[in-house]
């Protein structure tokens, strides 16, 4: 997403939003159950507790946010990096046209 020139902060929302689309592929929940109250905040069984912590280490923000600070860190960025990884300006420009379309 940052090859599209997207904010750091909006491509670790759209990270850890995921954790929504593959919250239904834990074996034995139904989307209807996935956990949106933080258990810190009611009287939660322990089940809730346990359900909601593994909900949110599915994609937890931190991890993207750390993965796009080592790549500037380390690269000066995702563009560098890919670009010395040996994708070409042209593939990152085809990339970048097909995100936004």
């Known amino acids: 997403m940052s090859i599209a020139n997207v904010p750091a902060e ?10 929504m689309y593959l919250w239904r592929r ?10 949106r109250l933080d ?12 359900a909601y912590e593994t909900e949110r280490s599915i994609a937890p923000p931190h991890a993207m946010r750390n993965s796009i600070e080592h ?7 995702v563009r560098p990096y890919l670009m010395g990884a040996g994708v070409t300006e042209e593939e990152l420009e085809r990339l970048r046209i097909a995100m936004v379309e």
Not at 26 to 35: C, G, Q, S, T, V
Not at 39 to 50: G, L
Not at 71 to 77: I, P, T
Request: aromatic share 10%.
């Open 71 to 77: 790549l500037e860190r380390e690269y000066g960025g």
């Open 10 to 19: 909006t491509i670790v929302e759209d990270y850890s939003s995921s954790a």
């Open 26 to 35: 834990i074996p034995d929940r139904a989307a209807e159950r996935r956990l």
């Open 39 to 50: 258990p810190a905040d009611f009287d939660a069984s322990e089940e809730y507790r346990q």
